[in-house]
């Protein structure tokens, strides 16, 4: 497993092993061991979730506030995504800045994203299957986001919002400004 820290501290890209044959492929998800050796960072993931993704769905910019923060380590089994993560961490020398990473079945690669970041993607392939593991359990009345065109954040999705396939509940997010007013 290689683990890269991205310009956002705490933020890593994990490259795993692939072992292909003629049968197939085995890889290692996660390994707590290594994760640890490479980041310095203990975690227990204690919820996993799975999604199945149209082209052109976004889902996100989301986060849980309070004692149910959530770290996620998220990766896609099939299709591919633009995966994007945002720093909400008002502290952080890159608070307000986002990092994005295209993530697909092929290559395997991973993201950890840390508490106190914002995270969605837009799906980029029709049947994508988007995983992601959880250090913290859901909370529904800690759920909060950002919209997906906020101007300040000023992220480039690479679709047109025509494309996109965007639930109600995401369309009424807030801008990033009026969150942190």
Known sequence: MKVEETYLKGCYIITPKVFKDDRGYFLETFNEKLFLKETGIKTDFVQDNLSKSSKGVIRGLHFQVGTSAQAKLVQVIEGKVLDVCVDLRKNSPTFGKYFSIYLDGLNKQQLYVPRGFAHGFIVLENNTIFSYKCDNYYDKASE?????????????????????IISEKDKNLLTFKNLFK
């Open 144 to 164: 909060s986001g950002i919209i997906f065109n906020d101007k300040t954040l000023n992220i480039d999705w690479g679709f047109s919002e025509e494309e996109m």
